[in-house]
């Protein structure tokens, strides 16, 4: 994913993902996957790996052999289910594994071996952080005894991605694998997705062990927050009740919590402006007349000045980007700021939140929506109609366009708009990072969840 790249972005068929299951406060700490009992059985570590991943429902993984994950290699290509796409480099083994998260809905895996393999790995690791997937990352590691001894391929690579994790594991016994597997796979998928790193050594694959399942997890402190504060939910209904110039700021996190149709009942039940950001196109139909396209520097000039005008933002799953926000001392300087997020570490880390709201963005719509109607039942629905004859007129001033062509050659834009109308709503748009990337956001038009895939 390279920048400046000129590739227009690829398509292919629709295979509408299928979401994991959000675990929520009540079935915290549930082990992820069919969650069958297996009697104990003897076998080696890397025996315990393939069945582990199966046992968590994983049926595809993307990786490249070496040295320290060998041992895993026997049973997986020998006896599982399990189909494995070799890649070849490491890189692109962690990309693919971004992809099938984003396009399935399931936990992508990536494997490697240590050292080279594993460092390889980084870049994959820190863009899943970045754009919150649950990948499991599994490499292999130098014999336990030789950690720390500068061995033949040894690289400290928990150390290295600690800080682009959600968590890491360093696995040094045939025992503990399930368990660590089991709770990288619920790490992942819970609270803001995100990538897991599991290192095994070479000797905890090669020793013998009795694999039971499922394993008892024990995750102290980690407890994602799902239902928003009833309180913060009610402040919210009231801003919204009293705004004159609302707008709905839809982040990449709304996508991740699958809420599609809870934000379309807010979107509708408050009448205001939705802007969808780089990694929120589709989950907010581009056909909706409440739709003004996508905010920031690439952005649509309406969308940009109905952030700038408005005196609320209804945050969404977002996270006040720089590419969004700008100078942030000058970013809607009139706006009140409500922001609904499941990472509490993103609420009020470069905007300021007037209303917080931690939790599932899928969880806290609906509960706003009904605060909003008893409100609106009440004092009245807000009439917001001279705030659309603002927004519609700077729409209609200064319409998403672009230059056309007079030396008979076809624009990129023109490219992506025919494409966007001959390949219809059911396909599926991959784009690496450059300029390709952003024609690809603004004229290809999205009606429906999960239909762009990108590295934001």
Not at 18 to 31: C, P, W, Y
Not at 83 to 94: D, F, K, M, N, Y
Not at 404 to 423: R, Y
Request: charged share 20%; no cysteine.
């Amino acid at each position: 994913m390279s920048s400046g790249s000129n590739i227009t972005p690829s398509v292919m068929p629709a295979h509408p993902p299928q979401r994991e299951k959000t675990v929520h406060d009540s079935d915290a700490q549930a082990v992820p996957g069919p969650n069958r009992v297996v009697e104990p059985t003897k076998m080696t570590g890397a025996q315990a790996i393939v069945r582990s991943l199966e046992e968590l429902g994983v049926t595809d993984v993307f990786g490249l052999p070496g040295g320290a994950i060998l041992p895993t290699y026997d049973p997986l290509m020998d006896t599982s289910r399990i189909r494995h796409i070799l890649v070849r480099h490491e890189q692109g083994a962690g990309h693919a594994a971004q992809g099938y998260y984003l396009a399935t809905g399931k936990t992508g895996v990536a494997i490697a071996t240590s050292g080279p393999g594993a460092t390889n790995l980084v870049t994959a690791i820190a863009d899943a952080n970045m754009d919150s997937e649950a990948v499991v990352f599994i490499t292999g590691q130098v014999g336990s005894k030789l950690i720390g001894s500068d061995a033949f391929q040894e690289a400290d690579i928990v150390g290295i991605t600690m800080p682009i994790t959600k968590h890491s594991f360093l696995v040094r016994r045939a025992e503990d694998v399930p368990q660590a597997l089991a709770e990288a796979f619920y790490i992942a998928n819970t609270g803001r997705p995100g990538p897991v790193l599991v290192d095994i050594t070479k000797d905890a694959q090669e020793s013998d062990m009795e694999f039971s399942w499922p394993p008892v997890m024990d995750l102290p402190g980690y407890r994602p927050v799902t239902r928003g504060h009833s309180r913060q939910v009610r402040a919210a209904a009231k801003l919204i009740q009293e705004a004159k110039r609302p707008v709905l700021y839809v982040g990449g996190g709304t996508m991740r919590a699958q809420a599609a149709e809870e934000l379309a009942e807010l979107a509708k039940l408050t009448g205001a402006p939705v802007v969808t950001t780089l990694n929120a196109r589709g989950i907010f139909p581009d056909d909706d007349p409440q739709n003004l396209g996508m905010p920031g520097m690439h952005g649509t000039v309406a969308a940009v000045s109905a952030l700038q005008m408005s005196d609320l933002l209804v945050t969404l799953g977002a996270r006040f980007d720089d590419r969004v926000t700008g100078q942030l001392a000058s970013f809607a300087p009139l706006a009140k700021i409500i922001h609904a997020d499941i990472d509490p570490a993103e609420i009020s880390k470069n905007r300021i939140a007037d209303v917080p709201i931690v939790g599932d963005v899928k969880t806290i719509l609906p509960e706003l929506s009904d605060q909003l109607r008893a409100s609106f039942a009440e004092h009245g629905s807000p009439d917001l109609t001279e705030w659309w004859d603002i927004v519609n007129k700077t729409r209609e001033t200064y319409p998403l366009g672009y230059t056309p062509t007079d030396d008979g050659l076809l624009a990129p834009q023109k490219v992506l708009e025919t494409l966007s109308e001959i390949a219809g709503p059911e396909a599926i748009y991959v784009a690496g990072v450059g300029q390709h990337q952003m024609w690809g956001a603004q004229f290809i038009e999205y009606n429906r969840p999960n239909q762009w895939m990108n590295s934001a």
